[in-house]
C-alpha cells in the first residue's frame, strides 16, 4: 500500500440533511453542526476518525420519539397510573437540551439526567450523550450512544439506524476503530441502502485498514448516485491507499468535474499526482488549496505536503517516507 499523509485529505463536508418521511423537519448529517470537539472540523481520514462527528436528531423527528412515549405513557402498568407526556413540552426540552450540548455540554448533561428521571426516556437519553460527545468523553458516549440504540426496538427504523451510527461515529472519536465499524455495520444492517451510512461504514472499515470493503461499500452508494463528489472523493482515497492511483484519478477527477473549487479534490488529486510522479502537478493542487480554502485543514495537509515535498526533493524516488 501506498503511505499515507499524516493529516486528513478528505473532504470537509457537511453533507445536506435528507427529508425522512414523518418527520416534520430534516435530520442534520453531523455534530460538526452543533459541536465543536478540539479536532479537526473534517470528516475523518482514511487514516483514522479524528474529525469525525455524530448526527444529530432534529426537533421534528424528536416528535416520533415523544409520541412513542406518550403512546407508551398512555398504557397503564398493572400498579401505577398512565400519565400522559405532554410531546411539544418534550420536544422543547430536547430542542433546549441539544442548544445547551453545543454551548455548555456540563450544563445540558445536568438537564439531560433530571428529564431522564422525570421521564424524558430515550431523547434524554441521547441528549445525555452528546453532551458526553461535547465532554470529549468519547468512549462513554460510544457506550451509550450504542446501548440507547439497542434499546430502540419499538421506535422507527431510520432513528435507530442514525443513533447506531453516532455510536460508530463516537467510537471513532474514541480511536476504536473496531467498534465504530461494528456500529457502523449495524446502522446498514437496519438500513442497507442508506448512501450517507453506507459512506459512514466505508469510513470506518477504512480506519481499520480495510480498504477494500471501504471501496465496495462507496461502489454501492456510486452505483445509485454516480456524482455524488464526496463519495468519489473517498473512493479516489481508498484506492490510492491500494496503490490503485489510475482509478483513485479517475473518480477524482470526475470529483473535480462536478466542484472544481474544491480544495478536498484537489489535495486529493495532488496526493494521487505525487505518487504517479508528477510533483509539478501535485505542487499546483496543493498551492491552489491554500488559495481557495486558506487555514482549513485541506490547508494544513497542503502546505505540510508541500513542505515535505521540499524536503524530499533530492529524493531520487520521488517519495515520501512511508508513514508508520
Given at each position: 500500500m501506498s503511505e499515507m499523509t499524516p493529516v486528513s485529505i478528505v473532504p470537509p463536508v457537511v453533507i445536506q440533511p435528507q427529508s425522512r418521511k414523518g418527520c416534520a423537519s430534516v435530520m442534520s448529517r453531523r455534530l460538526s453542526g452543533i459541536l465543536r470537539l478540539g479536532r479537526p472540523p473534517t470528516l475523518p481520514s482514511w487514516a483514522g476518525r479524528r474529525g469525525s462527528r455524530a448526527r444529530i436528531l432534529g426537533v421534528g423527528c424528536f416528535l416520533v420519539f415523544a409520541e412513542a412515549m406518550s403512546a407508551n405513557a398512555q398504557q397503564p402498568l398493572p400498579t401505577v397510573p398512565a400519565v400522559p407526556r405532554n410531546a411539544e413540552a418534550d420536544a422543547a426540552t430536547y430542542e433546549r437540551c441539544m442548544k445547551l450540548a453545543k454551548q455548555d455540554p456540563a450544563a445540558a448533561q445536568k438537564l439531560a439526567s433530571g428529564w431522564h428521571e422525570h421521564g424524558g426516556a430515550h431523547p434524554a437519553d441521547h441528549c445525555a450523550a452528546l453532551a458526553l460527545v461535547g465532554l470529549k468523553q468519547y468512549k462513554e458516549a460510544a457506550i451509550r450512544l450504542e446501548a440507547l440504540a439497542q434499546s430502540m426496538m419499538t421506535s422507527p427504523t431510520a432513528l435507530r439506524a442514525e443513533v447506531f451510527d453516532q455510536a460508530g461515529q463516537a467510537w471513532g472519536l474514541a480511536g476504536d476503530p473496531a467498534r465504530a465499524y461494528a456500529a457502523a455495520d449495524a446502522a446498514v444492517a437496519l438500513l442497507p441502502n442508506d448512501a450517507n451510512l453506507l459512506i459512514d461504514r466505508a469510513q470506518a472499515a477504512a480506519s481499520s485498514g480495510y480498504f477494500d470493503k471501504a471501496v465496495d461499500d462507496l461502489n454501492h452508494v456510486l452505483k445509485a448516485v454516480p456524482d455524488?463528489?464526496?463519495?468519489?472523493?473517498?473512493?479516489?482515497?481508498?484506492?490510492?491507499?491500494?496503490?490503485?492511483?489510475?482509478?483513485?484519478?479517475?473518480?477524482?477527477?470526475?470529483?473535480?468535474?462536478?466542484?472544481?473549487?474544491?480544495?478536498?479534490?484537489?489535495?486529493?488529486?495532488?496526493?494521487?499526482?505525487?505518487?504517479?510522479?508528477?510533483?509539478?502537478?501535485?505542487?499546483?493542487?496543493?498551492?491552489?488549496?491554500?488559495?481557495?480554502?486558506?487555514?482549513?485543514?485541506?490547508?494544513?495537509?497542503?502546505?505540510?505536503?508541500?513542505?515535505?515535498?521540499?524536503?524530499?526533493?533530492?529524493?531520487?524516488?520521488?517519495?515520501?517516507?512511508?508513514?508508520?
Open positions: 455524488r463528489v464526496d463519495a468519489l472523493i473517498y473512493r479516489a482515497s481508498a484506492n490510492r491507499a491500494l496503490d490503485r492511483f489510475d482509478p483513485a484519478l479517475d473518480d477524482i477527477e470526475k470529483a473535480l468535474a462536478k466542484a472544481p473549487a474544491s480544495a478536498p479534490a484537489l489535495l486529493e488529486r495532488g496526493n494521487i499526482r505525487r505518487l504517479k510522479g508528477d510533483q509539478a502537478g501535485a505542487r499546483r493542487d496543493w498551492e491552489r488549496v491554500g488559495q481557495l480554502d486558506p487555514g482549513s485543514q485541506a490547508d494544513m495537509a497542503a502546505k505540510a505536503n508541500i513542505e515535505r515535498l521540499e524536503a524530499n526533493k533530492n529524493d531520487r524516488s520521488g517519495m515520501f517516507p512511508r508513514q508508520p
